[in-house]
T-cell receptor, first 113, second 116 residues
Framework: DAGVIQSPRHEVTEMGQEVTLRCKPI?????LFWYRQTMMRGLELLIY????????DSGMPEDRFSAKMPNASFSTLKIQPSEPRDSAVYFC???????????FGQGTRLTVV | DAKTTQPPSMDCAEGRAANLPCNHS???????VYWYRQIHSQGPQYIIH???NNETNEMASLIITEDRKSSTLILPHATLRDTAVYYC?????????????????FGTGTQLKVEL
């Protein structure tokens, strides 16, 4: 398996633009997590899905952020409109029933100018 | 999940054992100790976990004190590639738990620097 795949690896956008980050979890995993990492706040859980259903979105910073998981093999994290303070590395991770660890993707480095 | 306390940084000579401590004095009986590491610019990587017995795998050993209030991650022969931030996380884990049980709360971790 290729592991958790995130795209793009790098994204530079202007303030006010819509940004969409993508994640393909490991095949067979039924849980998916979105994290954000900044120097100031470290690694924070934004939202997680179980069987494509959002279970806990308490970490989503504000309404500008939204996440979807239309099927078991794909998830998106959207920011609209983007702001400079959204600049961070966004990680996606997946796991599954009976699996004792989470597997992380390589992350998307987002820069909003 | 119980809170953990780790030193912000540690140094280790290549080839020597790296011993990374973690305090988790409020750990509950059903909570496991997990260790992840994050090499610069990469996603976090699982290392090892345990409940109360010492554990060993191909990457590391985990020593948990008898009262379970602290633990030590041991990298027996550290290499330059082990330079990373190491996170100690305490959370519930049980057989049959859905993957959502792998929701992780990261602290600030320990920056381990392995030098020649």
């Amino acid at each position: 398996d290729a592991g958790v795949i995130q795209s793009p690896r790098h994204e530079v956008t202007e303030m006010g633009q819509e940004v969409t980050l993508r994640c393909k979890p490991i095949s067979g995993h039924n849980s998916l997590f979105w994290y954000r990492q900044t120097m100031m706040r470290g690694l924070e859980l934004l939202i997680y899905f179980n069987n494509n259903v959002p279970i806990d979105d308490s970490g989503m910073p504000e309404d500008r952020f939204s996440a979807k998981m239309p099927n078991a093999s794909f998830s998106t994290l959207k920011i609209q409109p983007s702001e400079p303070r959204d600049s961070a590395v966004y990680f996606c991770a997946s796991s599954g029933t009976g699996i004792t660890e989470a597997f992380f993707g390589q992350g998307t480095r987002l820069t909003v100018v | 999940d119980a809170k953990t306390t780790q030193p912000p940084s540690m140094d280790c000579a290549e080839g020597r054992a790296a011993n990374l401590p973690c305090n988790h004095s409020t750990i509950s009986g059903n909570e496991y100790v997990y260790w992840y590491r994050q090499i610069h610019s990469q996603g976090p990587q699982y290392i090892i976990h345990g409940l109360k017995n010492n554990e060993t795998n191909e990457m590391a050993s985990l020593i948990i004190t008898e009262d379970r209030k602290s633990s030590t991650l041991i990298l027996p022969h550290a290499t330059l590639r082990d330079t990373a931030v190491y996170y100690c996380i305490v959370r519930v884990a049980r057989r049959g738990l859905t993957g959502g049980g792998n929701k992780l709360t990261f602290g600030t971790g320990t920056q381990l620097k392995v030098e020649l």
